[in-house]
């Protein structure tokens, strides 16, 4: 009994959530170019390396989709989505900075860099990334269901 209340309150969330997302049907204009940049990303996606295709998401989610699609704002400052994963990708690469920075130090014996704080530099910048790339993987799964949904 207490799994069907909880399964009907998270589909109604969904349902809710579902109405918010989509876009208004008198936006057609934004919606074409809203189209035709989905498709250039999944042209991006399909034709380039894994390596480049995290700078590229990063740059279309901060520059394209910027104004394209607008969702409902709370009241004050709220960062778009693109703004928060730059500062994400910007935060691990300042962590495998100052990781190889600190290794750099230890290795050319300064005595002011500790062998326990180059290793927790080190496993700190690893954990970031795998992080990061974590997120990735999930955009990008949450992009091709989104593209295989019916309209």
Do not use: C, H, W
């Not at 170019?33 to 999944?42: G, L, N, V």
């Not at 927790?120 to 990735?136: C, G, H, N």
């Amino acid at each position: 009994m207490v799994d069907r209340v909880d399964i009907q309150g998270v589909l109604e969330q969904m349902r809710s959530i579902r109405s918010q997302v989509t876009p208004p049907s008198d936006q057609d204009a934004s919606n074409s170019a809203f189209a035709k940049t989905i498709e250039q990303m999944r042209k991006q996606i399909n034709n380039s390396s894994q390596s480049n295709q995290l700078q590229q998401q990063v740059e279309a989610i901060g520059g394209e989709f910027s104004g394209s699609v607008t969702a409902p704002t709370p009241t004050g400052s709220v960062p778009s989505f693109g703004d928060m994963f730059k500062s994400a990708v910007d935060t691990v690469n300042s962590n495998q900075k100052t990781a190889n920075e600190m290794s750099s130090r230890y290795e050319q014996g300064d005595p002011g860099v500790d062998l326990p704080e180059v290793m927790i530099a080190l496993q700190k910048s690893s954990v970031s990334f795998q992080a990061m790339t974590q997120v990735r993987n999930k955009m990008i799964e949450a992009y091709k269901e989104i593209i295989n949904m019916p309209l």
